[in-house]
């Protein structure tokens, strides 16, 4: 056999087997039961924290003002700023959302928890 034939042999072999293991259930993408959604909040410069156990966050500023967030931890000196008008999609497993908006400001966000 010749290196082209061996390559288009293993080729075919690993389809098979990938087809195999999908059909069986062994190979799947990751799916979610449930979600949850929160078409509107209002965010101070206080702060504010949800108790939103979940894999995926969508949270997106709908308000005037930017937002800063964290995930299981209190904005301090690291946090993600969204703007007005976008959104930002936070692939991650968490229980707290901590939200706040800048310094003698507040706005509103919409939030999206995939769990």
């Known amino acids: 056999m010749s290196g082209v034939e061996i390559l288009n042999f293993l080729k ?3 389809g098979v087997i990938i087809k195999r293991l999908e059909e069986e259930g062994v190979l799947s993408e ?17 702060g504010v924290s949800l108790q939103i156990p979940g894999l995926l966050y969508k949270v997106k500023v709908v308000g005037d003002y930017p937002v800063y967030l964290n995930i299981d931890r ?8 969204v703007y007005p ?12 959302l901590y939200l706040k ?3 003698g400001f507040s706005t509103k966000v919409a939030i999206e928890v995939l769990r």
């Open 30 to 46: 990751p799916t979610f039961k449930d979600h949850k959604f929160i078409p509107e909040v209002n965010v101070s410069d206080a």
């Open 74 to 81: 209190p904005v301090g000196s690291e946090y993600k700023v």
């Open 101 to 103: 908006a800048p310094s």
């Open 12 to 14: 075919w072999s690993l």
């Open 85 to 96: 008008g976008s959104y930002y999609v936070i692939p991650r497993t968490g229980t707290t």
